[in-house]
């Protein structure tokens, strides 16, 4: 089965600083996908990045990236240079590429950005 | 691109009636849908997944016969929510993936239904 941890239920950020936010994930699926997604107040899902597992290099897109550690099972998201309209909720998710590319999600972290 | 939509965005009902949500989407063949649920500050939990044309898969705990799953066309699945109660008050949302080189195996989310049961 596969599981998601996201440790941090809140976190503060001042505006134009960069945030890291955590993701663990557990699997035994060789193959799989890595997602992170934002959900603000609308509750409107956004996607914001992805990541294969056989990906060599670290996702980017845009202010985004992801600090992804195979070996450790860690898919970090880095927004750098926050702005006001960060502030929402964001779920780290895995996906099962060989079911129907099915997501599991994290429990969320909700980011506060301060002016 | 990749657009899905979910209707009604919003939906109040008394106890004991039946709602339906549909989920389109709308520039892309979605060859599988997910039905989602989400609770007040906590994370989505898969329900069920849908494919044309074939009996939806539940997940555990998920009442099949509480939350009927239609996906008649490659466009369009329904949750119909059979004697809505209270606690069945949540927040609905949906998503599509398809195949192909675009989707990176993405899924695709409408913009969620809220449904609160009096």
């Known amino acids: 089965a596969q599981k998601i941890t996201q440790t941090q239920p809140g976190m503060f950020v001042q505006e134009k600083e960069a945030v890291t936010l955590d993701c663990t994930y557990d699997t035994s699926d060789p193959s799989y996908g890595l997602f992170w997604y934002k959900q603000p107040s609308s509750g409107e899902m956004i996607f914001l990045i992805y990541q294969g597992s056989y990906d060599q290099q670290n996702a980017t897109e845009g202010r985004y990236s992801l600090n992804f550690q195979k070996a450790r099972k860690s898919a970090n998201l880095v927004i750098s240079a926050s702005q006001l309209g960060d502030s929402a909720m964001y779920f780290c998710?895995?996906?099962?590429?060989?079911?129907?590319?099915?997501?599991?999600f994290g429990g969320g972290t909700r980011l506060m950005v301060k002016p | 691109g990749a657009v899905v939509s979910q209707h009604p965005s919003r939906v109040i009902c008394k106890s004991g009636t039946s709602v339906k949500i549909e989920c389109r989407s709308l520039?892309?063949?979605?060859?599988?849908m997910f039905w989602y649920r989400q609770f007040p500050k906590q994370s989505l939990m898969l329900m069920a997944t849908s494919n044309e044309g074939s009996k939806a898969t539940y997940e555990q705990g998920v009442e099949k016969d509480k939350f009927l799953i239609n996906h008649a066309s490659l466009t369009l699945s329904t949750l119909t929510v059979t004697s809505a109660h209270p606690e069945d008050s949540s927040f609905y949302i949906c998503?599509?993936?398809?195949?192909?080189?675009?989707?990176?195996?993405?899924?695709?989310f409408g913009p969620g239904t809220r449904l609160t049961v009096l």
């Open positions: 520039d892309f063949q979605a060859t599988t």
């Open positions: 998503s599509a993936t398809t195949t192909g080189t675009r989707s990176k195996n993405e899924q695709f």
């Open positions: 998710a895995m996906s099962r590429l060989n079911a129907g590319n099915m997501l599991t």
